[in-house]
């Protein structure tokens, strides 16, 4: 069983920058990040592979960077350059433990465990 904490989350204007952990316990392969706007179905952000093969959607590519520190076992999203549309609850997710070393994927159906998500909030 895999659990997920995310934090990191807050107000920000325009342009600034924010970064978000996800503290995991239990052994982890393919992680992700997802967000969910009011009213919009949840999208899929960012999503890092064992060997630290990324994905990212195309909104957010240049501006985000995902990461994770294995000796943490923790999860990062550094976000740069923040849009009023990137304000969104977060979530982390995991794979399951099969998932290939190389195995990315932004589709929500890929993920069995999820955090509880934390707010970004970016004000024009």
């Known amino acids: 069983q895999v659990q997920l904490v995310e934090s990191g989350g807050g107000s920000v204007q325009a342009g600034g920058s924010l970064r978000l952990s996800c503290a995991a316990s239990g052994y982890t392969t393919t992680m992700a990040w997802f967000r969910q706007a009011p009213g919009k179905e949840r999208e899929g952000v960012a999503s890092i592979a064992r060997d630290d093969t990324t994905s990212y959607t195309d909104s957010v590519k240049g501006r985000f960077t995902a990461s994770k520190d294995n000796a943490k076992n923790t999860l990062y999203l550094q976000m740069n350059s923040l849009k009023p549309e990137d304000t969104a609850m977060y979530y982390c997710?995991?794979?399951?433990?099969?998932?290939?070393?190389?195995?990315?994927?932004?589709?929500?159906?890929?993920?069995?465990?999820w955090g509880q998500g934390t707010q970004v909030t970016v004000s024009s």
């Open positions: 997710a995991a794979a399951p433990t099969y998932a290939g070393d190389r195995y990315v994927s932004l589709q929500q159906y890929d993920y069995d465990y």
